[in-house]
């Protein structure tokens, strides 16, 4: 007797365990799977607020301002979307922007642009979106340094002013084409209670413009429900997935694997080896697979010992393997760097210039880097095999770059190996990223791989002002938020200046090169690789339609105008 | 009685005291990490470019809003005040969420987990040890090896062999995460399988240790025991077996209470590396996050309640020793 019950408890526990493995599957009805699209990559943490002009908004908020923290036009619309394929602005809830004289930019809203609760969305709360900029310091609120007034002329109608001290057209147009527009009749009142009030606002229901609403969230995903009342229905169609869910991984690997097999439909994430996945695809069929969006600088600290010779920077720039960085630590996904601030593919190649690269550039040339070194700094190697220079500085740096950013790490790596390859010693530190970041900001490093502006309407003006221009910034010890290095230059400033309110696209493309050419003899950054704006992949096991780089019918972003495309399969 | 509750009241002081100095080092500790948590909130909200002078706006307001641009003195004050009102302050990293919903979201998993998985281990690891040491022989030598090597494995090493083998090489059970990303949370059949399957594994490495740490311990205690003279006295004067075996088992159990008891009081923070080896969502999870991201007042809030639990614990098992047992006051009060 006491046997049988035995037998039949464990015989019971045995397919309990098996049930409770195998029945999941089959009890777990989701979302209808050809109306669900999953996307994945921009969220890491539960989402705590929907608020876009605090810190760390969760998807598809992201920060305002950030095009590639958000998702635009899910939610919140911007004016416009900027494409980086070709340059052009899409029109979303504005029509057409022009200016009518050199400082005044009118922007024309469509017709019958609504709220999700129903209210007109008018030129009014545009003017007050950009104003909010102004009353408080947020993320967006540099568009102030350049801009006079935001006023809206009527209902459709908004001007926008530039400072005629400094007019800076691409950049102003760069936050018209990226901050969403939010709805003064909800938060009006919060601003006028203060900054605080305004950043802990949580906006976890938020009312928006676009064609999609949050419909739940939790530390596990976030799902959004499409709005069918939506006011660019008959305008621009309406977007074809019924429910966007972004599940939330805790690491890479969980959200690759889950790319790999179907369960993620579209992903920015840095996947190893795309080209291996079954059923991936990416911008391009071919290497380097993605449009390149930033180019990682190591920044020189020009003031450090050693490094405040040009010719150092010189020889270290030479010794770099920028092909093998390209290969190994970009998966392939960049091609060699080039010593230029100007992205050579996108909406940037009409500024950058081969010619002036080959002729005051640099590229890997071990030889010529030994040849700097002896030759023109006169500097003996020492026993460890470590140059010295005469006046007996060792060649001896320090790189730093986060933990846990792993192609920045191996990138370094191999900026190490070469370095010493030719006789300059680089070693490797990755401390946690609030340190790097303290650092970067209080000029504490000899060498630190770093971002700087990515490409959008103002780049590469964005770019050789982080990098080149020392206006504002203050000495070493104390924070700076550009020009790491502290680098400077008399010329620079002029032709800045010269660029931000340049009529013709020669015109830039000259003003640019000279920039690229302070750039290339000064060395003050040495460019690593190339890296996407974001990881742009797709999985066609579900949905398809994406559009690709024979397909292009919207650029590799994650931009609401994609959704339009995408069909269940 | 007043011995009673001069011991109580003594307790209580040293609790007090050791709470006090908890608090300092929570507040102390994580401003010893280098770099600035603002710094790393900026960086993240700038990126768009269009920086100068309006970056040191939004990077003053930080400040001033998180109350760094205080002198130290002056934030330990603030902190104090704040938590003896029972707040633990806005997170950095999950800004604007307060610490204390943070900590009230995690808690419930960090719980789930582990009071089964101390409770269970700790019932069925007495039981088997006391079989063991009363059958002894072939069963006993089987148990008593088998529970050695199992409780010798450190918990997060058998978390990653049970992630290898039942979720890699014979995938049954889910990789990762509380329960499956395409499901939300609700009463249906459906999701309460996925939830106990992504539940299994993270369980499993806690309790199989936990059955072999109590096993092995409940089984020496219980020999000792059944060697002890009343035993034999007891079976002298013809006492049933049953009984004697209740009396064994009850003096075997005072170690084990303390134990029990303590453990409870570790649950908060001790489950931390299984949960980081399944990202499984609970406290542990939270404050690996809060300290990688130099969140200081998500770390203090964390480890504030950890140091609490524990306190606490110890303090009931200290109050409940002064109870059960006069010995232990006795000695306490230094009357012997």
Redesign the interface.
């Known amino acids: 007797m006491k046997r049988t019950w035995r037998t039949t408890a464990f015989l019971g526990m045995v397919v309990l365990a098996v049930a ?2 195998g ?2 599957p ?6 209808p799977r050809n109306q669900t699209l999953y996307i994945a990559g921009f969220q890491w ?2 989402a ?2 929907f ?1 876009p002009l ?3 908004a969760a998807w598809p908020v992201g ?1 305002n ?5 958000q998702a635009p036009g899910y939610v919140y619309e911007s004016l416009f979307l900027y494409n980086i394929v070709d340059g052009r602005f899409e029109p979303l809830l504005a029509r057409e922007m022009k200016w009518v004289d050199a400082t005044t930019l009118r922007i024309q809203l469509q017709p019958g642009t609504r709220w999700q609760d129903g209210k007109a969305l008018t030129a009014r709360d545009v003017a007050f979106t950009f104003q909010l900029a102004e009353r ?11 801009v006079k007034s935001v006023k809206a002329v009527d209902d459709r109608t908004v001007e926008i002013a530039l400072d005629p001290a400094k007019p800076n057209r691409p ?1 102003v147009e ?2 018209v084409a ?1 901050v969403m527009i939010l709805p003064q009749h909800i938060w009006g009142p919060l601003a006028d209670k203060g ?2 009030e305004l ?4 906006n976890l229901k938020p009312v928006g413009s676009g064609p999609y609403q949050v419909q ?1 969230y ?4 976030i ?1 959004l429900q499409r709005f069918e009342g939506y006011w660019g229905k008959s305008l621009y169609g309406m977007p074809t997935p019924k429910y966007l ?1 972004h ?5 890479n690997d ?1 959200g690759n ?2 790319l790999k097999q179907g ?1 993620v439909d579209w992903s920015q994430q840095f996947v190893p080896q795309v080209w291996t996945l079954h059923n991936v695809q990416t911008w391009y069929d071919k290497e380097p697979y993605y449009i390149p969006g930033s180019i990682p600088l190591m920044i020189i600290n020009v003031h450090k010992k050693g490094l405040d010779n040009v010719q150092v920077r010189r020889a270290l720039a030479y010794s770099i393997d920028y092909a093998l960085i390209a290969r190994t630590a970009m998966s392939r996904y960049s091609e060699p760097a080039k010593s230029s601030l100007i992205l050579p593919t996108g909406v940037e190649s009409q500024y950058f210039d081969e010619q002036l690269v080959e002729q005051y550039g640099w590229k890997h040339d071990p030889k010529k880097a030994v040849q700097i070194l002896e030759q023109e700094l006169k500097a003996k190697k020492g026993p460890d095999g470590i140059y010295v220079l005469p006046d007996g500085t060792r060649l001896s740096f320090t790189v730093q770059t986060p933990y846990g950013w792993t192609d920045w790490m191996a990138a370094l790596q191999v900026v190490s190996q070469s370095a010493k390859q030719v006789g300059i010693e680089v070693r490797t530190d990755f ?8 650092n970067v ?1 209080n000029g504490n490093f000899d060498l630190v791989l770093w971002y700087v ?2 490409v ?1 309407a ?2 590469p003006w ?1 770019r050789f ?2 990098v080149l221009d020392d ?2 910034v203050p000495p070493i010890g104390q ?1 700076a ?2 020009n790491y290095g502290r680098f400077s230059h008399p010329d620079v400033a002029g032709l800045l200046d010269r660029a931000a309110s340049a009529g013709s696209p020669e015109q830039l493309k000259e003003i640019y090169g000279q920039l690229d050419r302070i750039f290339m003899e000064n060395v003050p950054a040495i460019p690593l690789m190339y890296r996407p704006l974001l990881f742009y992949e797709f999985n066609t096991t579900h949905w398809t339609g994406f559009p690709t780089s024979q397909d292009p019918k919207a650029p590799p972003m994650f931009y609401i105008s994609v959704l339009r495309l995408v069909r269940p399969k | 009685m007043t011995y009673l509750r001069r011991y109580i009241v003594s307790k209580a002081l040293w609790y007090a005291l050791a709470f006090v100095v908890a608090m300092g080092l929570n507040f102390l500790l994580p401003r010893l990490i280098p770099g600035n948590p603002v710094d790393a909130l900026i960086a993240q909200y700038l990126r768009s470019g269009g920086q100068g002078e309006a970056a040191s706006r939004v990077y003053q307001a930080f400040l001033q809003e998180f109350g760094l641009d205080e002198p130290m003195g002056q934030q330990f004050v603030t902190y104090v005040g704040n938590v003896l009102r029972g707040n633990l302050g806005t997170s950095f990293s999950f800004y604007p969420a307060r610490v204390t919903d943070l900590i009230a979201q995690a808690l419930p998993w960090t719980v789930a987990l582990q009071l089964p998985a101390i409770l269970i281990g700790w019932i069925l690891g007495n039981l088997l040890g006391a079989l063991a040491a009363y059958k002894g022989g072939k069963f006993d030598r089987t148990l008593f090896v088998g529970a050695l090597a199992v409780s010798s494995i450190p918990y997060y090493a058998m978390a990653i062999l049970l992630l290898y083998f039942l979720a890699v090489v014979v995938p049954v059970f889910p990789v990762a995460g509380g329960y499956s990303f395409g499901l939300s949370p609700n009463l249906s059949v459906g999701f309460i399988v996925d939830l106990i399957q992504h539940y299994t594994l993270p369980f499993l490495s806690l309790v199989l240790i936990a059955i072999g740490g109590q096993a092995v311990g409940m089984r020496s205690m219980a020999i000792y025991e059944l060697g002890a003279d009343y035993v034999n006295y007891a079976s002298g004067m013809g006492v049933k077996e049953n009984t004697i075996l209740r009396y064994v088992f009850r003096n075997a159990m005072l170690p084990q209470v303390t134990g029990l008891a303590l453990s409870l009081g570790t649950m908060v923070g001790g489950a931390l590396i299984t949960e980081l080896v399944f990202s499984y969502p609970g406290i542990g999870y939270l404050l690996f996050n809060a300290i990688s991201l130099n969140d200081y007042p998500l770390i203090q809030g964390v480890t504030l309640f950890i140091a609490t639990a524990v306190l606490l614990a110890n303090f009931l098992v200290d109050l409940a020793y002064g109870f059960i047992d006069p010995r232990i006051r006795a000695v306490q009060m230094g009357e012997r």
Do not use: C
Request: charged content about 10%; overall charge positive; proline content about 7%.
């Open positions: 409770v493995a029945a999941a089959a009890f777990a009805q989701g979302l943490g539960p705590n607020h608020n605090a810190p760390n920060g301002g950030n095009p590639d923290q408080f310091a947020l993320g967006y609120s540099s568009f102030w340094q350049y950049l760069q936050y990226t900054r605080a950043m802990q606002f949580t739940s939790s530390a596990e995903r799902v869910v599940p939330i991984f805790k690491s969980a694997l889950a369960d401390p946690q990223a609030p340190i790097v970041s303290t900001q502006s990515q959008g103002a780049s964005t002002r982080d206006r504002g924070q938020f550009q």
